[in-house]
Structure formats: structure tokens, C-alpha cells
């Protein structure tokens, strides 16, 4: 018996090893983008246009200096409008998937289909209308102008993702919840969300990556310089200080407008540990 | 009839969707209906405002070019949806079986951050690796391949492949995070009955894992085939739909029409119709899925 | 729990942190319990949110187009201290203050559309193209100049009877015409163009500059023979290198039927190809682009001038460097700056960044620093074409930036006034003083302000007539955009010449008969029934 066990035990740990390497070789492959951008923002014009591919000789440290600087003033624009527009998608969304998972009204397939529907629109035919009813609502150039289009523009995908994975929770969690005497949103917040961290946070990636990268409805909408967002804040820097004789420093640039998002990453994906909801289904 | 928790559900329903709905509403289903009901005009989206009918989407049918955009599509969607669904279940299978958690959540961050990347700066690097003395032809020359290197963009046979090989190696991104939290909420009790039936590997991921993960399958293949769809601006910046209309599909072709050639009508047309596509496919899509559970 | 601060910042701030660095080490503590990872989640997003209100709390609303003031926005950042310098002395005589704006180059169409469309635009904008004006005034949103540059600038010191219209550069009037002969911009900058090549290797190999097509080629034939890659180029339609030649070489070659494209002229009127002053004042109008259409005058598909042309550059095409299908125009002065090419075309603008990268490349690598100059585009000799020509290659020099001005139905004083500025600001006197203020080495399109010294080499020297009987991109942009990808087969060898005319021809008639259509009202449908009795077709 112990010498079977010891073989499949080796046998593991040989399969182990090969993920490692698989995974690593992967890693490696998909962090080459950001890779490429951090040489290059050590770079300045001569070795960019000399030698597109070199590690940087010398390397250009006041690059980040001025990165930094560049981007420190649009920061707070942007992680306010990011984190308002994720917050308010989150709630929404949930409470918009909870009633599509759970509920049955009349008019429940139509309703999911137009917002399925609503996901295949091409943007580009949206900007226009959409620039008139925030003109109409008042909402040119204040933060609300950003949040809200954002927040309506998000809210499909977040409700179809969340549903899906409502749909796969064991119904009996529920019942036995509402034997309890649970309110619906009490269920919710007290069974639902503690399973779905994981989907959760997927969906509050997706929506922070969409709205800090957004460029062009912070462009129509923003007129004022204190509301920029960083995308923004960082087209005006190319602009008005020729950074296009600097690609390095726009490199540093967008280098340090993603270290905050880096940092939330390491948080974001904390949830994803193995056994964490499982720990919950298993009761 | 309706009994009374039926109607109190209703209500219920209606609460909890309020907030979406006033959003959905205001901000997506007003501006779209605006925009979509140009495609009976012919109109620049300025001034010039003319009922025309039925005509944009008569012109659309005669118009090669719509064609054109149509078949780069197909092909577009051939190549990217097989991958990008099947790549990240592959990265999330090897996240979920390996089995020291610190080493997958490096592994997973590693695997996940570099969406941060600026679309902007990964179309420059590519840019830079598919030119002429660029490294992949460089590389080509290096080992004999040397007639092989060719303008990867420039190349009407190699446009639609280069443009999607700029996702590689495609096992990263979001699409990870939403297969893992599939993988995270299959309960355990399962696999560990399958596992006393003395499945092994590769029958665990067959039989349980793989029908437990059909909605994350399902959503990502339609999530990443309305990326093709709605994806025109990469193309834009890289190709602007060249060479010789080769990567044109038909997003940028309804923003060239709309916004570069002033024909915001026919762009609304070409709306309609790739909107009617879209839905076509999905219920037919949806249905071939219930038909197969 | 009552709000004090002094709890919110050990609470908010230093348990996060330490949780966060602690999870470093142990990311995944066994025992984390689901109510305590609530917690640390809803303090994360308070977190967030609160530093994000902190930083960003200094918003405020501003109040667009006071009265008594004027915004100009401009895409050319690089314009602005010289206009801004003389906004005060604008203010001074008018007592309208007026600012200047700048709006990022990317996406600036969508934000123009948009402020357009809502009627929040600026007063005055400094843009780029034709394309643009033409497209919003057509739609009627935009101040048509005609009738204003036909009187006098009142600004314009010493020659206060001049019509305004002469102030400018007569070429730069041309262009700045529809297909229907209307101008709703007014010229600002102009690019020149010319051959920048790498001396140290002319030196070596002992080339001199050429002066005619002849010499061009066998120019680049030496620079191939000695393993180089003579011309770097970019074939896209946001790089026009290839289709400036060919609009030079076109241009020559129609101007044998001058006379019979423009045939509403003032009495009299003769053109003469070593005159350019001749066609000063000479309209082509969309009537006659429609006639001249209709008899194959300007037909690619018919008229020998555009098979020659393409056939011309098709040649020139086999000297480019391999890649310039999938070239971005950025990219080509950076190669030809790494000594990767001999040659490329380009205008004024490339005179800055060419500098800054040689100045980059010096710092780091002295040794790879070369000496460059321009020279002109050769002449075309009975050698290099059958066809007949008159005068010499018209050195390609075009509109850069312009000013359009928004209409203001609701208020007209204020779009006057807009008008005004617009006047002030291209005065020769004050043009000449913004213009010392700046780094742009683009020509002014007023004659009599002088470039920066710098650009001489690519100030065009010897001018002949101008007419622009046709455009060999098109007539409107969707023909436009046929037109680059027709062009990119030709250059790449997909298509060949007759095919490249019939197809240009079939698209160029279609746009011409788009805008036919569109201009149906406004056209003199005597001249038309009398020349075109069984009308235009497409």
C-alpha cells in the first residue's frame, strides 16, 4: 500500500512541477507587453530610435520623476470616477441579477433579452445621442457626466455575468434561508454575495479597467481642467508638452497610471482562494 | 390568476431591478432607439435630415463592400472565439490544479495585470515586432526562413491572423478570473465522489468539470465573439481596415461611414443589420445549448 | 460607532495596509473568515472612495461663453503661444477679450462633431484639412467666407483696399474651395514638401541631388546597388507622402486641358502655365467638374494623365522599402533617422522631429548622427512621360491649418465678432508677430510673413499657374477612402494600372454624382441642360 501511495505521490509532484513550468512560460508570455513598455520607459529618444529592443544604457530614471508628476494631478479624478462607477455597477447589477435569478415576473425573458441586446449596439453609434441626453440632464462637465453613462454602459454585462453564476447556486441555500424568515435582500447579502466574491470581483475588474481607460467620453464630456481623468489628463500632457519627442516619458507615464491599479489587483484577486466558497457550499 | 405571492414577487422583482433599469433606460435604450431609428434617413447626423425608407438597407445589400467587411468578419470570429474561450479554461485549469495557493496567486497576477497595458503601447510593440526589419522577420532570416518575411500588416493574407495574434498567447485576462470562479464554485463533494470512482485526470475534467463550467463557456464565447464584433479600434489604429479592405470589418466600416465618410444614415443601417445579426446568433446560440441540456 | 477622524485614519488607513502587507507573505491565511473578508472588502472600497473624493474634491463648474469673450480651440498646440501672444492687442482694439484653448490631436474629430452638434463649440477652431470644413459647411453649421475675403480686412495696415482673399497664398485659396468652388476656411499654414536624403551617403557614393525624374531613379538605382534601402514610405490615409507625388505629377500633367475644364470664365480669359497669377480669382465649379466629367476630360478611367501618373508612381514604388504597406507615418522618420533608408518624402513638420532624434541619437551615439538635407521633387522630362506638359512640377505645397467658424444663429454679434478675430489674426502684420513666436517651422499662408529660416530648403521656388481640375483622391470622403485602398492595391502590386483607373474612374464618378445630388438645388441648370443634355449618371 505505502509503496502505490509513494508512486502516485511522485507521480503528482512530477505533474506539479510541469504546471510550473507551463504556467511560468505562460506568465512570462502574457506580462511581455507590460515588460516591453517598462524597458522603454527607461528609455529616452536617441536609444528609441536607435535601438527599439536594447535594455536602456543609460537608464533614465527622471523619466518616472516626471511620470510621476504628470500623472499625481488626474489620480483623484480618476479613482473617484472609477470607484463610484464600480460601486454603483456592483449594486445594480446585483440587484438586477437577484431578481432575474430568483424571481419570476411577466416580461422576464423580453427584459434579458434586451439587455443582451443592448450589449451588441456598436458604441460609436451611441456617442452622439448619448452626448445630447447628458446635455439635457445638466451633466456636461461635472463628475456626474462621467459616473452615470458609465455606469449604465457597464450595467448589461455586469448583470449577465452575475446571473450566470446566481443560476448555478444550490436553490436549497435559499430555501432554507427563507424558512429562516430572511428578508430577500437580507438573502442576498448575507448567502449570495459572501459566494459569489469571486464573480464579484471579476466584475468589478472589468469595470474598473473600462472606465480607467476611458478616453473618449471623458474627452466630449470634460471641459475644465480639474475634472481630467487620467487618460485624459495624459492626452492634453502629449499634447501640450511635444511628450511625442518622448515616447519614454509617455511610457513612464502610463507605467505609473497603472501602478495604482496594480496594486488593487493583488487585492482584487485575493477572493479567488481555493476552497473559500467551497467551504460554504459544503454546509 | 395570480395568488398573492405571486403579485408580491412581482413587486419585489420590480424593486430590485428599479435602479438598473432607470439607468439601463436613460442612458442606453433612449440614445440607441435615437440612433438607430437615422438608419431610415439619409442624413450626415448634422443638418441634412432626409426620409428615405427602406433605402440605406437596399444600398446596403448592393454595397460590395458591406460584403467584403462581412466575410473579414467570419474570419476574424473564426480564428479569435476558439481561443479565446479555450485558452484562459486552459490557463484556469492549470491555476485550479496547482496545488501550492501562494505559487497560483502570483502565477494568477501574473497572468491577469497585463490588461492593464494601454491598448496604445501594445499596438506599438506589435507594430514594431511585425515590421520589416522587425524582430519576427528577423528571426525568420536567422533560421533560412528568409522568404517568409514579409510586411505582416501590409499583407492582405497575413492582415486578419497578425491583427489577432496581438492577443497572444491568450490564456491571461479577464476571462481567467471568470473561468477560476467557475472552477471556484464547482462543490468539491463532487469531484471527490468522482474521485472514488477512481476517475482520473483527464475524466474529471471531462465529466465533471467541464459540464459544471458550461455557462462560463458559454458567456465567454459570447463575450468574446461581441469583442469581435464591436471591435474596430485597434483595427483602426493599425490598419484603418487595409490593405485593400482586407481587414476591414464591419464596426469600422460603420464608423468610417458614419463619422470619416459623413453617411451617418447608412452607418445606422449597418447598425441595424449587424444588431439583427448579433441577436440572430445568440438565440440561435441559446438554443442549441437547451437543445443539448 | 460615533464619526471621529482620529479613529478613521488607524481604521482606514494603517489596518489595510498592514493586512496587505502582511498578506504578502501569507496571501491566503487558512482561517480568514467570511464575515472578517467582508470587512476588509467594504473598508477597501471605503477606502478608495474616500481618497478619490479627497484628492479630487476641488471641482468646479465654469461658465462657457461669456460675453465679451471668445474662445479660439486649436488642434496645433504648437500655434498657440504666437496666437496667444496677440489675443491682447485683439482685445485691446475690440474690447473682446478672447483665449486660445488646445484640444489633443487624437479623437479631435468626434470632440469637434460633438461640440458642434450641440451648439456648445468654440467660437473659433484651428483645424487641419479641408475635409472637415467642407463636410459641416455643407450641412450649412459653418461661416462661408466668400463674400467676407472678397472685401477688404480693415486689420490689414497698409493695404487697406486689398481684398482680404489677396492677402493669402493663391494656391492655398484653391485648395481651400469645395468641388463646388465654396470656401469655408481660412488659411492659416502650409506644408512644403521635399526629398530629405542622407548626405554622408550622397558623399560617398558621390551622388548629387537630381533635378529631374531621370536622375531621381537612377539616384536610387546607386543607393540599391550599394545594399541600402533607397526611399522609406508609408501608404495609409493618414500618410499622404505617396499621394503628394502623385497629386504633383497629376496636377502637370491636366494642365493641357485647363482651358476646357474652366470654361465659366471671365471674359477673355487664357491660361498660361508660366503665369501664376493667371488663375487667380478662377473658379473651378462642381458644373463644370460635371461637364469636363462627362467628356473624359477628367475621367481616371479616360484621361491618360492619371494612368501615366499611377503608372509613374508604380515605378517609384519599386524603390520603396518593403514594409510600407504596414508603416505608421510616425515611424518613418525614425527610420530613415537610424540611417535604414536613403530618401524619404515629407513636408515642413518633419523638420522637428527629425531634429529632436538626432539630437537623442548624439547623446548616446555620436558616431551614428549623419548630415541631411532636402531637395525639391525632379521635373518630369519628355524622357520620363509621353504626354504633353506646360511649365514645370508646381513644388507640392498645401493648406496645414485653417480656421472655421461655427455658426451662431442665435447670436450674431457674437459670430461677427468670431469673423473679426479670424481677420485680426491672419492681418499680415499680426501673423508675422505670432508666427516669430512659435517653433513651427510650416509656412504661413500669407505670402508676405516670412518662414522660419530653417524651412527654407522646403519653401517652393518657382511657381507656375494652379488649378485644381481635379483630385486625384476624390470628391468626397468615401470616395476618398475607395481611393486608398485602389491605391494600396496599385503600390502593392495587387492591381494593376487599367485596373486601378477603371475602378478610380467608377468612383470618382459616384462621388461626383453624391454630390450632384446634394448640390442640385444651388447648380446653374441652364449651363448644365446646355452641356450636359442627357445629365450625369453614375
Known sequence: MGGKEAVVNRVGILRQWLLHGLLAILALLTALPFAIMAVMSAKDLGQLTLSFWAWPSPFRWENYWFGLRATVQYLGNSIAVSAAVCVLTLVCAALAAYAFSRFRFPGQKTLFGTLLLALMIPSALLLVPLFLVSRELGLLDTVWGLVLPQTAGALPLAILLLRSFFDELPRDLFDAARIDGASELRVLWHVVVPLSVPVFSTVAILNLLASWNNYIWPLLTVQSESLRTLPLGLAFLVFEQDLKFEPGKLMAAYLMASLPLLILFLFMTRPFVKGLTSGALKE | ????????????????????????????????????????????????????????????????????????????????????????????????????????????TLLVFPVLVPGVVTILVWQELYGASGPINLLLDAVGLGEHARAWL???????????????PFTGGVFLLIYLAGFLSI????????????????????????????????????????GVLQNFDNIQILTNGGPMNASLTPALYLFRSGFEFGQLGYASALGVVLLALCAALTLLVRWAGRRQS | MPFAPRNLIPKLLLKPARDWWASLYDPFPEDLPERKLRRCWARVGVLFLALGMEVGSIWAETGAGERGQLTVVSIHEDL????????????AKTGWSAEAQAVPYSAHELWIRTQILSRSAPDVLLVESTDLPWRYGHSGLLVRWDAWLSQPNHYDGAHASRPWIDTFQNE???????????????????????????????????LSPPRTWEELLANFAAVRASGRSALVTAVKPNDHQSLWMADMILELQLRPVAEQVNVQTRAGWKFDALDPECTRGEVITLEERLVAFDRGLIDPARAPAFRETARLIRRLAAEFRPDFLSLDGEEVPRVFARGQSVHFLNGTWYLRPLTAMQR?????????????????FPELTAQSTPLPRLGGINQNSGLRACFIVPRRPDDPDRERRAIDLVRFLTAPAVAAESFGRTAVYDLPAMPEVAPKPGAEPLVPKVRYAFLTLAQFRGYDARSEGEFWNLWQGLLGGLIDEDEFVRRLGASHRAALFRLSQEKAAQMDRTFLRQQLPEGFRP
Open chain 2, 154 to 168: 501590409g499583407d492582405p493574407a497575413t492582415v486578419v491572423p497578425a491583427i489577432v495574434a496581438i492577443g497572444l
Open chain 2, 1 to 108: 390568476m395570480t395568488s398573492a405571492t405571486d403579485r408580491s414577487e412581482r413587486w419585489r422583482a420590480a424593486g430590485f431591478l428599479l435602479p438598473a433599469l432607470a439607468f439601463f433606460g436613460l442612458f442606453v435604450v433612449l440614445p440607441a432607439l435615437s440612433a438607430l431609428a437615422l438608419a431610415f434617413f439619409r442624413t450626415d447626423g448634422l443638418a441634412m435630415r432626409e426620409w428615405v425608407g427602406t433605402e440605406n438597407f437596399r444600398q446596403l445589400i448592393d454595397d460590395p463592400l458591406f460584403w467584403k467587411s462581412i466575410r473579414n468578419l467570419l474570419w476574424f470570429a473564426l480564428l479569435t472565439v476558439p481561443v479565446q474561450t479555450l485558452g484562459p479554461l486552459f490557463g484556469a485549469k492549470l491555476l485550479y490544479t496547482l496545488r501550492s495557493p501562494r505559487a497560483a496567486y502570483w502565477y494568477r
Open chain 2, 187 to 226: 462543490p468539491p463533494s463532487l469531484l471527490e465522489a468522482a474521485k472514488l470512482d477512481g476517475a482520473g485526470a483527464l475524466r474529471l475534467f471531462a465529466s465533471v468539470e467541464l459540464p459544471m463550467l458550461r455557462t462560463q463557456i458559454g458567456v465567454i464565447a459570447l463575450l468574446s465573439l461581441l
Open chain 3, 360 to 376: 537623442g541619437i548624439a547623446e548616446i551615439a555620436p558616431e551614428r548622427v549623419f548630415p541631411w538635407a532636402v531637395f525639391p
Open chain 3, 172 to 206: 492655398l485659396i484653391h485648395q481651400t474651395r469645395d468641388a463646388a468652388g465654396a470656401i469655408w476656411c481660412v488659411p492659416y499654414t502650409q506644408y512644403g514638401v521635399g526629398f530629405f536624403y542622407n548626405r554622408a551617403v550622397y558623399d560617398e557614393l558621390g
Open chain 3, 80 to 91: 498657440l503661444p504666437g496666437i496667444r501672444a496677440v489675443l491682447p492687442e485683439f482685445a
